[in-house]
């Protein structure tokens, strides 16, 4: 099973949420503290990270594709 993140870059509220939980995918821009995907097919180890990512972004910039 393949995963894609998809991230809405305007809507991100530089909560860091994602950084904190999946740390291998998102990252986060020193300037102004906006997330970055590192990784927007992450291998099976980071799924679940991911995907609890998605869920706990408060600004829900985060999507998840899976196919």
């Not at 906006?34 to 706990?56: F, M, Q």
Request: charged share 30%.
């Amino acid at each position: 099973m393949t995963l894609r993140v998809e991230f809405d870059e305007p809507r991100c509220v530089a909560a860091g949420q994602c950084a904190m939980v999946a740390p291998g995918v998102f990252d986060q821009r020193d300037e102004d503290g906006v997330a970055i995907v590192l990784d927007a097919e992450p291998g099976p180890e980071y799924h679940e990270e991911v995907r609890e990512a998605a869920s706990i972004c408060p600004a829900a910039a985060i999507r998840v594709v899976e196919g």
